[in-house]
């Protein structure tokens, strides 16, 4: 009922708003301007406020407000849902993880927009993909993402391609040096259905289909994976302390010497390098018979339902998204653009040598699934690949994916 509300109000909106029909097949509503409020997670490092004051010089009338949300993305969803669902007008540029866009859309909280209005066919094309749903474009990509697994060069001489490789490399450094061989992210919340999944495309398997309508996890490959982190458990080169790691917990111990192998984001590259120097590298993460295939990430832009300044908002997506925008994303944010020809420029790459490889990782990435109901997926994936890595290992790897395949399936029936 309130599902039917939301997308009735975002209806009424549309079609009292100035937009014209665009390709996307409907009304984008995007009539209003004035001052608006920019919602994101908490900003780190410091870069967005210079971006924001730009704006609002040129744009006195309209000017834009930061709202930071907390960091974690679970945490950001929660006060952006309470927000719509109160059908509030306070957030007018929302700050999306890429896994929201379906969700967001489906339940009239967003608007779609005009391809037409962004130079979409310049973005990396798996990230535009996460923007688009049931063929419309509800969001602008604003960074990518994609895991990377960094390593100590000092202790490995040449990086690992399979799981065998790794395992043997972290068996040899966790024996020789005494410091954990691998750490991931495998606390029971988001990072381990990042981890999990990442591991599964990684042994030639899928989690649901690209649409969301079916899930088609294949228990043997879904066990392969499980059985992959349960034998690093087992056998030591993955530490026990790991199951408590989320993203700055890995990166911490890894750029502190505690890691000689880490799965993380691109934003842990800077920090490492810093603490580290030429002693690290990145590369793409393993696979069960050669490169792996990374869960894609970032942070998509959109426009609220309900805010009153549609216009002005979707114009401040377009600059905040433009190439110069883009660039100092990177540079001053440390943060991965969506812009393809910003990954083959030689003094980015000079200045970030990951750049090269993080490309590579993208457009080999995978993105979520697309469903309406991927919170309550993420929930039940990571809460039974948790128990499943948590000792002593009484049930099978196989029988644990066998259930988790049941529940996802349950989930996909109901929504």
């Known amino acids: ?17 100035a937009g014209a029909g665009d390709e996307n097949g409907g009304d984008t509503g995007t009539g209003g301007t004035g001052p608006i409020t920019f919602a994101t997670g908490r900003d780190t490092t410091a870069y967005l406020q210079p971006l924001l004051d730009r704006w609002n010089q ?3 009338a309209e000017k834009v407000t930061l709202l930071e949300l907390p960091e974690a993305a679970d945490e950001q969803r929660a006060q952006m849902v309470a927000n719509l669902q109160a059908r509030s007008s306070r957030y007018d540029v929302l700050g999306l993880d890429v896994v929201l866009t379906a969700e967001f859309a489906e339940n009239g909280w967003i608007i779609p927009l005009e391809r037409g209005l962004f130079p979409l066919d310049r973005f ?8 688009v749903y049931k063929d419309k474009l509800w969001a602008v990509p604003y960074t990518s993402n994609a895991g990377l697994l960094y390593y ?3 202790l490995v001489r040449k990086p690992p391609r399979t799981w065998a490789e790794l395992r043997q490399k972290a068996l040899e450094v966790t024996k020789k040096h005494h410091i954990g061989g691998y750490g991931g992210q495998f606390l029971a919340y988001e990072g381990l259905t990042v981890n999990f999944s990442e591991a599964v495309q990684s042994a030639g398997g899928q989690v649901v289909s690209p649409d969301g309508t079916k899930v088609t996890l294949d228990v043997a490959k879904a066990g392969t ?5 349960r034998q690093g458990l087992r056998e030591g080169w993955i530490p026990a302390e790991s199951l408590n790691y989320k993203e700055e917990e890995s990166r911490l111990a890894f750029q502190d010497g505690r890691l000689a192998f880490a799965r993380n984001w691109p934003h842990a590259y800077g920090p490492a390098r810093a603490e580290l120097g030429g002693k690290m590298a990145v590369t793409r993460l393993p696979g069960l018979d050669g490169p792996g295939s990374s869960t894609l990430g970032g942070v998509n832009l959109a426009v609220s339902a309900f805010s009153e300044h549609q216009h002005t908002a979707q114009e401040f997506i377009r600059y905040f998204t433009g190439l110069d925008n883009q660039r100092r994303v990177l540079t001053e944010g440390s943060f991965p653009p969506v812009w393809t020809e910003l990954y083959d420029d030689p003094e ?6 990951y ?8 457009l080999a990435a995978k993105p979520r699934p697309v469903s309406a109901n991927y919170n309550q997926l993420s929930l039940v994936i990571a809460s039974s690949v948790a128990k499943a890595l948590s000792p002593p290992y ?21 929504q």
């Open 58 to 60: 040129a744009h006195p």
């Open 348 to 353: 980015l790459i000079e200045r970030f040598p």
């Open 1 to 17: 009922m309130l599902r039917a509300l939301s997308l009735t109000v975002a209806v009424l909106l549309a079609a009292g708003c």
């Open 225 to 229: 994976a499980l059985d992959f982190f």
């Open 124 to 131: 990396l094309p798996p990230v535009v993909e996460t923007a």
């Open 355 to 362: 750049l090269p490889v993080l490309k590579e990782s993208i």
């Open 152 to 154: 100590r060069t000092d």
């Open 394 to 414: 009484a049930e099978p790897a196989q029988d644990v994916a066998a259930s988790l395949k049941s529940e996802l399936e349950e989930i996909i029936r109901t």
